[in-house]
């Protein structure tokens, strides 16, 4: 199917006129269109939109309204005045609009004049990612600067020094932390920030689509500890939740919280001209359905933009795969830079702030890009693959074009049958509200382990609820194992373990591997989570850092590092790996005809069993070798389905790919 979105006249007859830059980049694209077996197969422009704007506030002090007069802000976005009004009235808010569209005011502003009104006070902000913090911590301490304030914030991270611990905790007008620390590093040693909880106003918790799934289901338990210990103290903080585009934020917000929100959904933020452009890579072997490597069409998309003088983020969904097309676009500008997950913190600081003052060109990135961290402006954005759902994106989509201009999206597709049929769809993509964001909180395998910190922090009185399980019959198991003991009307924690240190709120194991290059002088040049370790990291691989090939000489699986060196090699390692899930007991079924559907328990057994050698550019698998990496094994709860043997048997001439593919797409 070719869908042709093509532009107003006069959009058409501007770019036509002026075929240099991006203009002439889209151009392209549209001609491109013009074949019937054109690669390009959707092309959306979103005109410019202008701003909602409304007088500032009243209720805002002077100092603080003098400040954002300093800054350049005379009227505020109607979301923004809407979200303080919420606040200021003593209610918990939600706001979810685009990129770009100034959510950080929405709740600087209700927090700043609270300190302002009362100095004691204190709030709590919470982002998913220690760049977020960092991030936000500047852009808060220009708002106090521009005041002539003496309100202090400071983050409060793993990367904090001991020596200032003590000091944020007693002067921080405002700590800008993540979960992870909240969970293990705070609320377990709450007796020492009790003058932070006693005057405990808002907690901000940003990017609030990120919390899905496990990593939700994990924090709204760290909540309902944190909520917890602020009755203890005798507080209750307002919250305020910013999102992006989802399809259900305040049903999120309210169940990571257990408290009503209300909603700021209407965008007044003004917004440049976008053009979004779906590609699909032409066929090479029409008898077999091969089409052109994703990845080096991706590149030329790249390489063209470049030339063409636009700064360009790229996006990748993978670690292997960014790191190939840092390598390839590399050939073509060499002052492209790779960023993501297992960078240190240092680099990636750097290309942050080299991107935002427009030193470097392009990046080529994961996901790690994809939340609200401040790169300035970008021309555009290249999508190498599906990310999966529509609201991932809109959300790297919405990073070119920051700043009111004009920008270009372009969604490369890849082979794979959920990015073609996306491909072949644009209506279904463009037509659909985004994706609902779900948690499961009241799993008993992360409520459990969070009951334990629970106790471990404060007694867990009789009646006293956590979850909708029965809290009293939880408590006797746990006495069972000898973690607590009944004395006094409640539950006491007992054991000598730390339960925080064995909850990780967002992987299997909260071990990394750090990789040290032995080139020259030992040094650490990165970290990689221990699940992507026995895959990258184990002897003989080609591990890729920033397009340069490190050969892993020796794997210390016991003391989490890996020694590499530097090699220049023609190919790179593809790890191998085995899963086995094994079902152990049925907790519900239902059947359907001949088949069933399931959820109980099951034990995974995954283990690395070998390794791939492929060659870079052609992709040819040029050799492999055997490994015995240790195995793995975890007991969780699943969902499964049975198909009768008569059902199977139509689909026995498919091959294991296949079969998968028309599982998971």
């Known amino acids: 199917m070719n869908l042709t979105l093509g532009f107003p006249e006069p959009v058409r007859q ?25 690669p390009v197969r959707a092309i959306r422009h979103q005109p410019a939109r202008a701003g909602e704007f409304v007088d500032i506030p009243d209720a805002l002090a002077p100092a603080l309204r003098e400040s954002l007069t300093a800054r350049g802000i005379g009227r505020l976005y109607s979301h923004q005045a809407e979200a303080f009004a919420h606040a200021s009235g003593g209610r918990n808010v939600v706001i979810v609009t685009p990129t770009a569209s100034g959510k950080t005011l929405c709740y600087n502003l209700p927090v700043l004049n609270r300190l302002i009104a009362e100095p004691g006070a204190r709030a709590m902000y919470l982002f998913p990612t220690k760049a977020l913090s960092e991030d ?61 909880f006693e005057n405990l106003r808002y907690v901000i918790i940003d990017e609030l689509h990120y919390y899905r799934g496990v990593f939700g289901s994990h924090l709204a338990n760290v909540l ?14 307002q919250f305020i939740c910013c999102s992006a585009t989802i399809a259900n934020p305040k049903e999120l917000a309210e169940a990571l919280t257990g408290i009503n929100f209300e909603l700021v959904d209407r965008n007044g933020a003004p917004s440049g001209e976008k053009y979004v452009v779906f590609y699909n890579p032409p066929v090479v072997n029409r008898a077999l359905g091969i089409r052109r490597s994703y990845l080096n069409e991706s590149r030329r998309i790249a390489r063209e933009l470049l030339d063409r003088g636009q700064q360009t983020l790229v996006f990748a969904n993978s670690r292997l795969a960014t790191e190939l097309l840092l390598t390839y676009l590399k050939d073509d500008h060499p002052g492209v830079r790779g960023y993501r997950g297992g960078y240190l913190p240092k680099e990636r600081r750097e290309i942050e702030r080299k991107l935002r003052d427009g030193e470097i060109r392009a990046v080529v990135a994961t996901n790690a890009l994809e939340l609200g961290i401040d790169i300035g402006s970008l021309d555009a954005v290249v999508m190498a693959g599906y990310p999966g759902t529509i609201a991932s994106t809109w959300q790297r989509a919405g990073r070119a074009g920051r700043r009111q201009s004009a920008a270009l999206a372009v969604l490369v597709a890849s082979s794979a049958p959920l990015d073609q049929y996306i491909i072949e769809h644009p209506e279904y ?92 002088d030992h040094r650490v040049i990165a970290e990689v989570s221990f ?17 340069r090939q490190y050969q892993v000489e020796r794997f210390d699986y016991e003391g989490r590092k890996a020694y590499v060196r530097q090699v220049d090699s023609d190919y790179f390692t593809d790890g191998i790996d085995y899963t086995q899930v094994k079902e152990l007991d049925e907790f519900e079924a239902r059947a359907y005809g001949g088949a069933k559907a399931a959820h109980g328990e099951v034990r995974l057994n995954r283990q690395v069993v070998g390794f791939k050698k492929v060659k870079f550019y052609t992709m040819e698998n040029i050799g492999a070798g055997n490994l015995s990496m240790p195995e793995q094994e975890m007991h969780t709860t699943a969902f499964w389905l049975h198909f ?16 998968q593919n028309g599982l998971v797409g």
């Open 644 to 659: 009768p043997e008569a059902f199977l048997a139509r689909f026995a001439d498919l091959s294991p790919a296949e079969k």
């Open 224 to 237: 309902r500890r944190l909520k917890r210990v602020c009755e203890f103290y005798g507080s209750s903080p």
């Open 136 to 196: 936000q911590l500047q852009e808060f301490q220009s708002a106090v600067d521009a005041m002539g304030s003496e309100l202090r914030a400071f983050t409060y991270d793993g990367d904090t020094p001991q020596d200032a611990r003590r000091a944020i905790r007693e002067r921080a007008n405002v700590v800008l932390t993540n979960p992870d620390m909240l969970h293990a590093g705070i609320l377990p040693h709450h007796t020492k920030w009790a003058k932070a």
């Open 14 to 38: 501007r770019i036509l006129a002026n075929r240099t830059g991006l203009a002439g980049a889209i151009a392209r694209f549209e001609e491109w269109m013009a074949n019937p077996d054109s």
């Open 429 to 520: 993509f463009f037509e659909r509200p985004p994706e609902h964001a779900h948690i499961n909180p009241d799993n008993l395998e992360i409520l459990i382990n969070h009951l334990k910190c629970a106790a471990f922090e404060l007694p867990i009185r009789e009646g006293e609820r956590f979850g909708p399980h029965d809290t009293a019959e939880l408590c006797r198991f746990l006495a069972d194992l000898k973690f607590l003991h009944h004395s006094g009307g409640a539950w006491h924690w007992t054991s000598d373990t730390y339960p925080a240190d064995a909850v990780s709120l967002r992987a299997v194991s909260s071990d990394n591997f750090v990789v040290v290059d032995i080139t020259g």
């Open 531 to 547: 699940s992507n370790a026995l895959t990258t990291l184990h002897e003989k691989a080609i591990y890729l850092h920033e397009a």
